[in-house]
């Protein structure tokens, strides 16, 4: 079992560029969760999916962020228009059900420059 | 709201001394309690998983506790070495949050040869 795969590991992006995060959860979990880290802060929930839905998007900005989990195929976390401020690791999470605890990937760092 | 809050901030200790990181959370309606360790610059490894019906885990040098009605936790780490210098985090699952993670800040520590 490889874990929960995330790439890229490093993304740098220009101002007003798009950035695709994706997630592969482990085998077998189907509730996948995006949370993100800024400079010197601590994590910080962003979207709950289970497959083809979206449970909870409370933590995401409301704005130019979006999430998907597709029946086939990775966990997608997607950022329009990107932002100075969007600078920051982004993790996935995934668990086969809650009570279990959940196993992070190593993220993606992403600089917008 | 789930608040949880990790003190010390930060800790130096030398090599082969015990030590106890603390934790507490605001809303004891818990599902259960995760430590994790993040070395810089890396993702989350989960350390220990503590249901809210258990009062302890203990892996290898980690022991951790959990007194789910005053709302603490405590990793205990023995004799620690060198390579126990990371971030640790302690984060809970619970019924006013829904599945997600609510985290807190972390404990700097730093082990000295």
């Known amino acids: 079992n490889a874990g929960v795969m995330q790439n890229p590991r490093h993304l740098v992006r220009r101002r007003g560029q798009e950035a695709r995060l994706r997630c592969s959860p482990m085998k077998g979990h189907s509730h996948v969760y995006w949370y993100r880290q800024l400079p010197e802060e601590g994590l910080k929930f962003m979207v709950y999916l289970q497959k083809e839905n979206i449970i909870d998007e409370s933590g995401m900005p409301k704005e130019r962020f979006s999430a998907e989990f597709p029946k086939e195929g990775p966990s997608i976390l997607r950022i329009q228009q990107v932002v100075r401020g969007d600078s920051a690791a982004y993790f996935c999470?995934?668990?086969?059900?809650?009570?279990?605890?959940?196993?992070f990937g190593s993220g993606t760092r992403l600089t917008v420059v | 709201k789930q608040e949880v809050t990790q003190i010390p901030a930060a800790l130096s200790v030398p090599e082969g001394e015990n030590l106890v990181l603390n934790c507490s959370f605001t809303?004891?309606?818990?599902?259960?309690l995760q430590w994790f360790r993040q070395d810089p610059g890396k993702g989350l490894t989960s350390l220990l998983l503590i249901q809210s019906s258990q009062r302890e885990q203990t892996s290898g040098r980690l022991n951790a506790s959990l007194d789910k009605s005053s709302g603490r936790s405590t990793l205990y780490i023995a004799a620690s070495q060198p390579g126990d210098s990371a971030t640790y985090l302690c984060?809970?699952?619970?019924?006013?949050?829904?599945?997600?993670?609510?985290f807190g800040e972390g404990t700097q520590l730093t082990v000295n040869p």
């Open positions: 984060a809970v699952s619970g019924e006013t949050s829904g599945s997600r993670l609510t």
């Open positions: 999470a995934s668990s086969e059900l809650p009570i279990y605890g959940y196993t």
């Open positions: 809303d004891s309606a818990i599902y259960n």
